[in-house]
């Protein structure tokens, strides 16, 4: 006889771990006992080696779907010979190291359940199990149990709380497990449960627009068949162009709104649900409103169960419940003062929300924006942080990061930081995180640009450390990887404040996670008017034809009906003595302004991404652009096309051949195997093809569970950070 107590660290509480030790331990007649602590599950098993032995084999190999195994630590003690098998009270005290669980999609048993008449949970909006529900959003602290979660205030029924007690139940120790006779409620204006429920779907019906109180947050609701009711939604909500996204019932009626890859498909049907952004189905149900004058369509499956019943009947647009640029309502007062003037109805319920998170979004497999379903799962760092530190990220499509040893916490999509209430949405979920994960930082790491309001929020620390904003593109990629470098980076974004105090953002770095050298970047141009270029476009196509021609250029005809020219003629000349800059998206907005897809802009990225979504894949020449990445010569020439009539389709697909032949000469230039593609511009799918297809043979490393947009920036910092203490 043998007695083995095993400590599991990782995700491992509130998914049914214990129930799985305590079926296997019956199973294999072991004695012994398991709990929750603060460090994640502990347990000790007594009983002949050999069922030891495969106690500890079938433990990782057959965890809950849930689980998240980060390491099994067992150490032999002698046999007390006490015998039976329990599972005992969770244990406080210590430092905490329990991670908690993302928020989860309905599994497919809960569904099945409440699909069911004669189920005591039929049509029960908030049914889960120890496989799915709300995790994340509903949890004050650790270890995860029901009084540290925001449905303490509901006590279970008696059935429930069978269920709960019950080691062989699915629901044992479900935190969220409730039942229509004692948990959460729905609220329909006067109306209560399943009234409010069809009152709010005939709602729906009629083409109103609805705030729904989610998982993480409020949605704004309408049908997404019907022109009109979007169209009403854009203008209460001051979103004039920028796409909606759907939701779907099931995969069968995604498939009905978008041609989907099977990596797609995997993606929507994940226990995450991400938005994924696919290719418009032609004839879809969806109103053209929903995504103007783009190819692409951003769907997601429901996911929890009021998502399931809401959209049985027909796809809803599902958008974030805010005002453009304002972090999504999650607090029944607070939607109620911000969404009334966008909303005709509410739909709520009375389980409180303690963190907000938005969706999270994918497009052809790269992370867009990375938050529910996602977060608060942790990333390993290649190094380990010698102390614990807080990295405050950038100012745009802002996220901190909490790192200690080698595991690092990157937030949810917390947004852009320059209103106060972002900001406080920022620091909230810094405190939230430090409880919950035990991370009192010792450091502050930080972006260079000192008026970026996340560089001030760490500069109140006493222990500082700045990162410049393209290596920390940079080392994120690598640090995903595992990597410490070094590689060759091509790093392009919108702006990024460079070592010499000047605008960069179209960057060919070579370095590692301690340091980088400049080896060359993007032709400077003049920025004339500073933030108002990134809002008219129009402005860089001016910039980068003075640039080329060397003269006060003439208007484009193209343009000539929405830029007054005396303006232009204005800009011209500004544009002799405007600060310069690097950036590579600012040149996508020049080329975008000079076809004529778009002058003037409603939200960052959208000449851009117009101008992606119009080119014809099937054109393969492209413009000249070497490795000195000079676009001159290549801004003549699709000056001369475009007055030529070429059209534009063409035109796009040349430009973005020409990116990425001197992207990849450049960075081949470096005389390194290993490259970077990073930086908000690689979201463009068709530029980053045609430069990965151009570095054929060479390793190519690019963010996949981070953003390479600024959503990555918190997690390089702390890389950088972590590896410079072993420099």
């Not at 908030?126 to 979660?149: A, E, S």
């Not at 963190?355 to 867009?368: F, H, I, K, N």
């Amino acid at each position: 006889m043998s007695r083995m107590q095993v400590r599991v660290a990782g995700t491992v509480q509130g998914v049914g771990f214990r129930p799985h030790v305590y079926r296997l331990a019956h199973e294999l007649e072991l004695d012994g006992f398991v709990l929750n602590d603060s460090q994640g599950v502990l347990l000790e098993v007594e009983g002949p080696g050999t069922a030891i032995g495969e106690f500890l084999a079938r433990l990782r190999s057959q965890a809950p779907p849930l689980a998240r195994i980060e390491q099994v630590e067992a150490a032999e003690l002698p046999p007390t010979g006490v015998r039976g098998f329990r599972i005992v009270s969770s244990r406080g005290g210590g430092e905490q190291d329990a991670p908690v669980s993302p928020d989860t999609a309905t599994c497919a048993d809960c569904l099945a359940e409440m699909l069911d008449p004669a189920d005591r949970r039929y049509r029960y909006p908030f049914i889960n199990c120890t496989n799915c529900g709300p995790r994340f959003t509903i949890v004050r602290g650790v270890p995860y149990d029901r009084p540290l979660t925001t449905m303490a205030g509901f006590r279970m029924c008696g059935r429930c709380q069978a269920e709960y007690e019950d080691p062989l139940d699915r629901r044992f120790h479900a935190q969220p497990n409730a039942c229509p006779d004692c948990g959460p409620t729905l609220r329909f204006g006067p109306a209560r449960g399943e009234a409010a429920l069809a009152a709010a779907m005939a709602a729906l019906e009629d083409g109103r627009v609805l705030a729904v109180k989610g998982i993480g947050g409020f949605h704004l609701a309408c049908r997404a068949d019907d022109a009109a009711a979007v169209t009403r939604l854009r203008g209460r909500k001051h979103r004039e162009d920028k796409p909606f996204a759907v939701m779907a019932a099931d995969l069968d009626a995604a498939r009905r709104l978008v041609d989907l890859e099977p990596a797609e498909e995997e993606l929507l049907v994940s226990r995450a649900r991400p938005i994924v952004i696919a290719a418009w189905r032609p004839g879809a149900a969806v109103a053209a409103a929903v995504a103007p004058r783009s190819r692409e369509l951003g769907v997601m499956l429901a996911y929890s169960p009021l998502h399931h019943l809401l959209v049985a009947e027909r796809p809803l647009v599902m958008t974030s419940g805010n005002v453009s640029d304002e972090p999504i309502a999650y607090d029944d007062e607070d939607a109620a003062a911000r969404l009334e003037p966008i909303a005709e109805a509410f739909l709520v319920h009375d389980r409180p929300i303690h963190t907000r998170t938005d969706d999270s979004v994918v497009r052809a497999g790269v992370m867009l924006r990375r938050s529910r379903g996602y977060v608060p799962d942790s990333l390993a760092l290649p190094l380990a942080a010698p102390r614990p530190l807080l990295a405050c990220g950038a100012e745009l499509k802002s996220t901190f990061c909490l790192a200690k040893d080698t595991r690092a916490w990157v937030s949810h999509h917390i947004g852009d930081l320059k209103n106060y209430e972002t900001l406080l949405s920022f620091r909230e979920g810094i405190a939230h995180f430090e409880r919950l994960f035990a991370v009192t930082p010792e450091l502050a790491v930080h972006d260079m640009h000192p008026d970026y309001l996340s560089t001030r929020e760490a500069l109140e620390y006493e222990a500082t450390f700045a990162v410049q904003h393209h290596h920390a593109h940079l080392a994120a990629a690598l640090a995903e990887h595992g990597e410490t470098g070094p590689a060759a980076g091509a790093i392009y974004d919108g702006a990024g404040y460079g070592t010499d105090a000047t605008v960069w953002g179209g960057e060919i770095l070579v370095g590692d996670l301690t340091g980088f050298e400049r080896i060359g970047h993007l032709r400077p141009v003049a920025l004339p008017g500073g933030d108002r270029a990134v809002a008219e476009p129009w402005r860089l196509a001016c910039a980068w034809l003075a640039e080329a021609l060397g003269e006060d250029p003439p208007m484009p005809a193209n343009l000539r009906d929405v830029v007054d020219p005396k303006r232009w003629q204005a800009v011209a000349h500004l544009a002799r003595r405007a600060p310069r800059t690097t950036s590579m998206g600012r040149l996508f907005d020049g080329v975008a302004a000079l076809c004529g897809v778009r002058a003037v802009v409603t939200f960052e990225g959208q000449a851009a991404i117009e101008l992606e979504a119009l080119a014809d894949v099937t054109e393969r020449s492209g413009y000249p652009l070497d490795a000195g990445l000079d676009p001159r010569e290549m801004i003549l020439a699709i000056r001369g096309d475009v007055e030529d009539g070429v059209p534009v389709a063409v035109v796009s697909a040349r430009f973005h051949n020409a990116v990425a032949r001197g992207t990849a000469a450049a960075l081949r230039a470096s005389g390194l195997d290993t490259v970077v593609l990073s930086g908000g511009v690689f979201q463009n799918r068709l530029l980053a093809q045609r430069t990965l297809a151009e570095l054929d043979g060479l390793r190519c490393l690019v963010p996949r569970l981070l953003p390479a947009g600024d959503g990555g920036i918190s997690y390089g910092q702390a890389a950088v950070a972590a590896a410079c203490a072993f420099a």
